[in-house]
Each structure stands twice: as structure tokens, then as C-alpha cells.
């Protein structure tokens, strides 16, 4: 099993890709049906797990690839 402390590499781009397309925190969550709270952890990287099933819907709504979503920062300093 990979270290717990890896999970503080994985950036979420979510900030970025909502401005890009001109919606809120608020609107996403209307539309996927997640919690704004939920979101909210997700963006501000303090997430420590997200199911597919979150993931999916959030990249439907966005129209964006996982990998758009969430990227891996190499030189983040471990936690």
C-alpha cells in the first residue's frame, strides 16, 4: 500500500477549471449533486480519498479528463 503522505501530492485543479468555464462551487454542487462542503475539501487539496462515482460526475459537469481534474506535484513536500 502507498504511504498515507503521498495523498498531499495530488493537486486538485477544480478552482481553475471553474473559472475557465465561468461557474461557482455553488453551481457545481447544484449540478452534481455533491455537498458544497465536499467540494470544497476536494478543492482545496484536503481530500484524502473521492470515489469514482464523484469523480465522474464531476468531469461529466465539467467536461474535462481526470487527469485535467487532478495532477501529481513531484516536488511537493511530504506531510
Known sequence: MPPEDDAGRVHCRLDELLAERGLTLTRLSELVG???VNLSVLKNDR????????????????????????TIRPDAPLR
Open 34 to 36: 455533491i455537498s458544497l
Open 47 to 70: 481530500a484524502r480519498a473521492i470515489r469514482f462515482s464523484t469523480l465522474t460526475a464531476i468531469c461529466d459537469a465539467l467536461g474535462c479528463e481526470v487527469g485535467e481534474l487532478l
